[in-house]
Protein backbone atom coordinates (compact mmCIF):
# COMPACT_ATOMS: atom_id res chain seq x y z
CA UNK A 1 0.00 0.00 0.00
CA UNK A 2 1.78 2.91 -1.56
CA UNK A 3 -0.15 6.36 -0.27
CA UNK A 4 2.71 7.94 0.82
CA UNK A 5 5.22 9.13 2.28
CA UNK A 6 3.99 11.05 4.45
CA UNK A 7 5.91 12.72 7.32
CA UNK A 8 4.80 12.30 10.99
CA UNK A 9 6.80 14.97 13.54
CA UNK A 10 7.88 13.64 16.86
CA UNK A 11 8.73 15.46 19.71
CA UNK A 12 11.10 13.18 20.72
CA UNK A 13 15.03 13.23 21.09
CA UNK A 14 17.01 9.54 21.70
CA UNK A 15 13.62 7.96 22.23
CA UNK A 16 12.26 10.31 24.44
CA UNK A 17 9.86 13.24 24.54
CA UNK A 18 11.23 16.46 25.17
CA UNK A 19 10.03 18.38 28.20
CA UNK A 20 9.16 21.43 26.19
CA UNK A 21 6.88 19.73 23.48
CA UNK A 22 4.24 21.92 24.20
CA UNK A 23 6.28 24.71 23.57
CA UNK A 24 7.67 23.77 20.08
CA UNK A 25 4.22 22.18 18.97
CA UNK A 26 2.96 25.74 20.03
CA UNK A 27 5.03 27.40 17.37
CA UNK A 28 4.81 24.73 14.70
CA UNK A 29 1.00 23.89 14.64
CA UNK A 30 0.85 26.12 11.49
CA UNK A 31 3.51 24.07 9.78
CA UNK A 32 2.86 21.45 6.96
CA UNK A 33 2.53 18.88 8.89
CA UNK A 34 -0.76 17.10 9.86
CA UNK A 35 0.85 13.99 11.83
CA UNK A 36 2.27 14.45 15.22
CA UNK A 37 3.95 12.61 18.05
CA UNK A 38 5.78 11.18 20.85
CA UNK A 39 6.51 8.75 23.10
CA UNK A 40 5.31 7.28 25.96
CA UNK A 41 7.94 8.83 28.29
CA UNK A 42 8.68 11.19 30.34
CA UNK A 43 5.85 14.03 30.38
CA UNK A 44 3.12 13.07 32.95
CA UNK A 45 -0.49 11.76 32.09
CA UNK A 46 -1.95 14.74 32.23
CA UNK A 47 0.11 17.07 30.01
CA UNK A 48 0.25 14.25 27.63
CA UNK A 49 -4.04 14.67 27.31
CA UNK A 50 -3.67 17.89 27.23
CA UNK A 51 -1.34 18.18 24.79
CA UNK A 52 -2.71 15.82 22.25
CA UNK A 53 -5.99 17.40 22.63
CA UNK A 54 -4.23 20.54 21.61
CA UNK A 55 -2.96 18.84 18.59
CA UNK A 56 -6.55 17.57 17.91
CA UNK A 57 -8.11 20.81 18.26
CA UNK A 58 -5.72 21.71 15.84
CA UNK A 59 -6.41 19.14 12.99
CA UNK A 60 -3.92 17.51 13.54
CA UNK A 61 -3.95 13.16 13.79
CA UNK A 62 -1.73 12.11 16.54
CA UNK A 63 0.63 9.23 17.34
CA UNK A 64 1.55 7.63 20.52
CA UNK A 65 4.53 5.63 19.99
CA UNK A 66 5.23 3.37 22.69
CA UNK A 67 9.45 1.60 23.09
CA UNK A 68 8.06 -1.17 25.41
CA UNK A 69 8.90 -4.96 24.52
CA UNK A 70 7.05 -6.79 27.47
CA UNK A 71 2.98 -7.20 27.65
CA UNK A 72 2.81 -5.63 30.87
CA UNK A 73 4.63 -2.17 29.66
CA UNK A 74 3.10 -2.40 26.33
CA UNK A 75 -0.33 -2.72 27.39
CA UNK A 76 -0.09 -0.21 29.98
CA UNK A 77 0.95 1.92 26.85
CA UNK A 78 -2.20 1.14 25.14
CA UNK A 79 -3.88 2.42 27.86
CA UNK A 80 -2.19 5.58 27.53
CA UNK A 81 -3.20 6.25 24.29
CA UNK A 82 -6.82 5.73 24.42
CA UNK A 83 -6.87 7.66 27.60
CA UNK A 84 -5.49 10.22 25.17
CA UNK A 85 -7.07 10.16 22.71
CA UNK A 86 -4.96 9.10 19.90
CA UNK A 87 -5.10 8.31 16.44
CA UNK A 88 -2.53 5.57 16.14
CA UNK A 89 -0.62 3.18 18.59
CA UNK A 90 3.20 2.60 17.27
CA UNK A 91 5.07 0.51 18.63
CA UNK A 92 5.27 -2.18 21.31
CA UNK A 93 6.21 -5.82 20.36
CA UNK A 94 3.11 -7.55 19.26
CA UNK A 95 0.79 -9.35 22.02
CA UNK A 96 -2.88 -10.75 21.10
CA UNK A 97 -3.61 -8.58 24.01
CA UNK A 98 -2.49 -5.26 23.07
CA UNK A 99 -4.21 -6.24 19.38
CA UNK A 100 -7.84 -6.81 21.11
CA UNK A 101 -7.37 -3.48 23.14
CA UNK A 102 -6.80 -1.48 20.31
CA UNK A 103 -9.64 -3.17 18.25
CA UNK A 104 -12.26 -1.93 21.27
CA UNK A 105 -10.57 1.34 21.29
CA UNK A 106 -10.89 2.16 18.00
CA UNK A 107 -6.91 2.66 17.84
CA UNK A 108 -5.16 1.71 14.80
CA UNK A 109 -2.73 0.07 15.92
CA UNK A 110 1.07 -0.26 14.06
CA UNK A 111 3.20 -2.87 16.35
CA UNK A 112 7.57 -3.46 15.91
CA UNK A 113 8.71 -6.21 14.32
CA UNK A 114 12.04 -7.97 14.59
CA UNK A 115 14.13 -8.22 17.57
CA UNK A 116 13.72 -5.05 19.69
CA UNK A 117 16.13 -3.93 22.49
CA UNK A 118 17.80 -0.97 23.95
CA UNK A 119 16.59 2.49 24.37
CA UNK A 120 17.19 4.40 21.29
CA UNK A 121 15.98 1.36 19.97
CA UNK A 122 17.91 -1.24 17.76
CA UNK A 123 16.83 -3.83 15.50
CA UNK A 124 17.73 -6.98 14.84
CA UNK A 125 16.46 -10.04 12.52
CA UNK A 126 16.34 -11.59 9.39
CA UNK A 127 14.26 -9.79 6.87
CA UNK A 128 12.23 -12.60 5.41
CA UNK A 129 11.89 -13.24 9.15
CA UNK A 130 10.23 -9.31 9.68
CA UNK A 131 8.16 -9.78 6.49
CA UNK A 132 6.26 -13.29 7.52
CA UNK A 133 6.21 -11.63 10.99
CA UNK A 134 4.17 -8.53 9.55
CA UNK A 135 1.99 -10.80 7.48
CA UNK A 136 1.07 -12.51 10.72
CA UNK A 137 0.04 -9.47 12.38
CA UNK A 138 -1.66 -7.87 9.49
CA UNK A 139 -4.09 -11.04 9.72
CA UNK A 140 -4.98 -10.48 13.25
CA UNK A 141 -6.23 -7.28 11.93
CA UNK A 142 -3.19 -4.87 12.89
CA UNK A 143 -3.87 -1.91 11.04
CA UNK A 144 -0.06 -1.51 10.00
CA UNK A 145 3.86 -1.66 10.87
CA UNK A 146 5.98 0.29 12.65
CA UNK A 147 9.23 -0.75 10.94
CA UNK A 148 12.51 0.68 12.87
CA UNK A 149 14.34 0.87 9.43
CA UNK A 150 17.87 2.95 9.97
CA UNK A 151 17.98 1.16 13.14
CA UNK A 152 18.88 -1.96 11.52
CA UNK A 153 22.10 -3.75 12.39
CA UNK A 154 22.09 -4.99 8.66
CA UNK A 155 21.44 -3.23 5.26
CA UNK A 156 19.13 -1.13 6.12
CA UNK A 157 18.09 0.05 2.50
CA UNK A 158 17.52 -3.58 1.97
CA UNK A 159 15.58 -4.20 4.50
CA UNK A 160 12.70 -0.94 3.99
CA UNK A 161 12.89 -1.71 0.46
CA UNK A 162 11.50 -5.33 0.64
CA UNK A 163 9.51 -4.74 3.37
CA UNK A 164 7.42 -1.91 1.61
CA UNK A 165 7.18 -3.92 -1.17
CA UNK A 166 6.12 -7.27 0.23
CA UNK A 167 3.92 -5.90 3.08
CA UNK A 168 0.68 -4.99 1.59
CA UNK A 169 -0.39 -2.26 4.58
CA UNK A 170 0.58 1.05 5.86
CA UNK A 171 4.09 0.83 6.82
CA UNK A 172 5.88 3.79 8.68
CA UNK A 173 9.04 3.99 8.69
CA UNK A 174 10.50 5.01 12.04
CA UNK A 175 14.03 6.46 13.87
CA UNK A 176 16.78 8.04 12.54
CA UNK A 177 15.79 9.79 8.94
CA UNK A 178 18.62 12.41 9.50
CA UNK A 179 19.50 13.10 5.71
CA UNK A 180 18.73 13.99 2.60
CA UNK A 181 20.15 11.07 0.88
CA UNK A 182 17.32 9.23 3.39
CA UNK A 183 14.63 11.24 2.41
CA UNK A 184 15.36 10.21 -0.89
CA UNK A 185 15.51 6.38 -0.52
CA UNK A 186 12.24 7.44 1.54
CA UNK A 187 10.65 8.91 -1.14
CA UNK A 188 11.76 6.40 -3.98
CA UNK A 189 10.46 3.15 -2.10
CA UNK A 190 7.70 5.52 -0.70
CA UNK A 191 6.44 3.71 2.46
CA UNK A 192 2.81 4.82 3.84
CA UNK A 193 4.82 7.22 6.32
CA UNK A 194 7.90 8.32 7.72
CA UNK A 195 8.93 10.04 11.52
CA UNK A 196 11.46 12.31 12.29
CA UNK A 197 11.77 13.60 15.05
CA UNK A 198 15.53 13.93 16.98
CA UNK A 199 17.15 15.46 13.30
CA UNK A 200 14.95 18.43 13.68
CA UNK A 201 16.11 18.93 16.85
CA UNK A 202 19.85 18.95 15.74
CA UNK A 203 18.86 21.17 13.22
CA UNK A 204 19.59 18.86 10.23
CA UNK A 205 17.55 20.64 7.82
CA UNK A 206 17.34 24.02 8.57
CA UNK A 207 17.64 26.18 11.64
CA UNK A 208 14.21 26.98 12.62
CA UNK A 209 12.11 23.67 13.73
CA UNK A 210 8.99 25.18 11.68
CA UNK A 211 11.27 25.77 8.86
CA UNK A 212 12.27 22.51 9.20
CA UNK A 213 9.09 20.66 8.60
CA UNK A 214 8.20 22.82 5.67
CA UNK A 215 11.54 22.23 4.24
CA UNK A 216 11.07 18.26 4.44
CA UNK A 217 7.61 18.35 3.35
CA UNK A 218 8.08 20.48 0.72
CA UNK A 219 11.41 18.29 -0.36
CA UNK A 220 9.07 15.00 -0.42
CA UNK A 221 6.42 16.53 -2.48
CA UNK A 222 9.01 18.22 -4.86
CA UNK A 223 12.79 18.00 -5.42
CA UNK A 224 15.47 19.31 -2.89
CA UNK A 225 16.31 22.15 -4.97
CA UNK A 226 12.73 23.59 -5.74
CA UNK A 227 12.40 23.05 -1.70
CA UNK A 228 15.45 24.93 -0.72
CA UNK A 229 14.29 27.64 -2.74
CA UNK A 230 11.49 28.62 -0.66
Known amino acids: MKCGPTLT ?15 IFEK ?13 EPLARD ?33 VAAECGCDYLMGTVFFDSVNEFCKAHNLKYLPFVGKLSERPSVLDGDIDDMIAE ?21 DASKLIERFVN ?7 VAGSVNSYERLDEIK ?8 IGGAFFEKVFGEDFA ?16 ALVK
Open 211 to 226: EQINTVCDYMAENKEA
Open 47 to 79: EMKKLFAYMKECGKKTVLEVVCYDEKNSLAGAY
Open 28 to 40: CKNSSAEYWGFKE
Open 134 to 154: AKEYLEKGVYGIDLLGYRYNG
Open 9 to 23: VMLTYNDMTVCNAHE
Open 188 to 195: KISPWSFT
Open 166 to 172: EVDAPVC
